[in-house]
């Protein structure tokens, strides 16, 4: 790709041209706004205490080193492990590390978990190779955006180091079991089923990996639904087979793709390439999903699927609950009284909240604006403050081919062709150019008798 439409001074790093100070800023970055600040400065000393506590040389014995700067600091072994963690892997992440520093707008946190998950890397490629790729998470995508959660970074980091290098794909956090796991091995992860005897009632308690505990909540609400009655019972009709259950669970894949590598399940997110080939096997209906309108108040099935798929999790800045676990929201309310007057039941007035956010929506304690790219900006109602979310699910930005991008990529690709076509001239040029070198220096000099070469005098 030519880059000549771009200015020059543009950086070509995306770190350093997210330092610019046009660069979009978090929600949290705010300097006008004094906990920012605070929170901002805090990041800043942890920095400083990470940075501080990097070993000069990584072939240092690690607990006689801690052993020296943990009473330096009057913390414990663990914590200050943490520290040295990021200290060590900001220095093998240059850009990433001067980026972070520059704008200290992460959590100490966020930083533990960038450590921890790319601190198997060692091969220098593949370490560059993920390191370009955090970027999409540090750097905000609009302004105002809400910096999301460790879960979620956890999870992308994942995702990404998968996608260079599967064999150093982090761990699942505690209770995020493997769903590519047998049975047995899923047991030892962290699966299990108690029974305590009390007085009157006994306890049953569960723990299950998180594919197999929607499938188990999503057959029980079918059942009570669909039958009238509490979960308790449906868990007893479902024992004794006494009553029929229809499940859905959406599992999200290209339509370009015949046989996809990677596939995104509602309410666990995206699964490993094992894992998908599984659950397609398991695929009983096929919707091609897009933006939709409905009559009434309830959202259809497809729009339920559609909304949940394009938003990912609940849509207020900084909450991670899944969108499976969400309620489809009106945006602006549906008027059951007068519903040509109120909010519709289509699409882009519909989006996914939690249940905790939603009650805040509903009291008034918030108010939502979506714009035509999906963003939403949040409003406090006794502060004023704003924050942005954006789509975060595997259909964000579906239906949004505008004719901007339309003419972004038939530039794109009129100058590859281009660039392309000048290759071959300048290829054929050269080969008549030597050619005729090669015919100049072969063929006799006119004034030279004929043939002279040939007989070479
Ligand atoms: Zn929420």
Redesign the pocket.
Known sequence: MSEKGSPAKQPSDVYQAALLPEAPQFFHESSTNQLAVAGIQRNRLELGIACGCTPKSLEIDVDAYIAEIAPELGISRGKALEYVEVGIQLARMPRLGAFIKARAHLPFAHLITIARATAPLHDPEVRAAVEEEIARFVIPRKHGEALRGVRSLHKFLQRVIEEIEPQLRPKNLPGDVDPLLPAGEREIVGESIGFEDGDNFAEVFMELEKTRALEFKATLESISTSAGCTRVEALTHLIRGTAEAKIILNLYCPATEERPRTAWLGGVGWISQLATQAWIDKVTHIRLLADESAEGYAPTESQRAFVKGRDGT?R?PG?D?PAELCDIDHIEPYDKERPAEGGATETPNLHC??R??HNMKTAGLWNVARDRDGVELWTSSSTGKKAVSLEDGPLAGHGRYTFDKRGLRMTQALEEYNQYRQELIEQSQKLVEEARKGEDADSPDPQDPPNANEFGF
Request: hydrophobic letters at 40%.
């Open positions: 609940c207020f909450c609950v909240l939690c905790r956010h």
